[in-house]
T-cell receptor, first 118, second 113 residues
Framework: AQTVTQSQPEMSVQEAETVTLSCTYD???????LFWYKQPPSRQMILVIR??????QNATENRFSVNFQKAAKSFSLKISDSQLGDAAMYFC???????????????FGKGTLLTVNP | KAGVTQTPRYLIKTRGQQVTLSCSPI?????VSWYQQTPGQGLQFLFE???????NKGNFPGRFSGRQFSNSRSEMNVSTLELGDSALYLC????????????FGQGTRLTVV
């Protein structure tokens, strides 16, 4: 069974600084997808960034980038130039390809609560 | 484009009662999945529907059930409510399935007393 582990329950960062959130996962699949979702106090989950395992290049979205290490099964999120609006719970998630069996689901880590200090 | 709509937003039920939660996905999306979020267990997968067919089910008791209609709207039902069912229930909508971008609703906060 796939598992996702976020080892940092809480992190804090100063506004305008950079912070990295860690995520490791376990799977026997060779093709899969990894995500970072953000859940602000409003509770609505918002996709931050998506990475396809077959792609060597790390995904980036503006101030957000990932460090995807397939062999190490590691998928960290780097937030540059942190803003007050980045404060939220961040979840790392895994999904297998859309093909049969026990797929068709997101498996989430426990989350990392990010505080941004002014 | 309207987002994912979950109703109701808040619900208080008594132990032993049953409850039905509704999720309207984004227009054109045929995959709807449900998750239970609690402080202790985090986000746990309940089930996923695609074109009215359940493609996957999580490890929850049979008191938890769901369905999807021809317009892709989905409902989940919990019968014989227990105190431990108190949680935020999140619905996610996607075009083909969870490995594409999933859009979440704001959730239904269920409190069982």
């Amino acid at each position: 069974a796939q598992t996702v582990t976020q080892s940092q329950p809480e992190m804090s960062v100063q506004e305008a600084e950079t912070v990295t959130l860690s995520c490791t996962y376990d799977t026997s699949e060779s093709d899969y997808y990894l995500f970072w979702y953000k859940q602000p106090p409003s509770r609505q989950m918002i996709l931050v960034i998506r990475q396809e395992a077959y792609k060597q290049q790390n995904a980036t979205e503006n101030r957000f980038s990932v460090n995807f290490q397939k062999a190490a099964k590691s998928f960290s999120l780097k937030i540059s130039d942190s803003q007050l609006g980045d404060a939220a719970m961040y979840f790392c998630a895994y999904a297998a390809p859309n093909s049969g069996g026990s797929n068709y689901k997101l498996t989430f880590g426990k989350g990392t609560l990010l505080t941004v200090n002014p | 484009k309207a987002g994912v709509t979950q109703t109701p937003r808040y619900l208080i039920k008594t132990r032993g009662q049953q409850v039905t939660l509704s999720c309207s996905p984004i227009s054109g999306h045929r995959s709807v999945s449900w998750y239970q979020q609690t402080p202790g267990q985090g986000l746990q997968f309940l089930f996923e529907y695609f074109s009215e067919t359940q493609r996957n089910k999580g490890n929850f008791p049979g008191r938890f059930s769901g369905r999807q209609f021809s317009n892709s709207r989905s409902e989940m039902n919990v019968s014989t409510l227990e105190l431990g069912d108190s949680a935020l229930y999140l619905c996610a909508s996607s075009f083909m399935g969870p490995n594409t971008e999933a859009f979440f609703g704001q959730g239904t906060r269920l409190t069982v007393v």
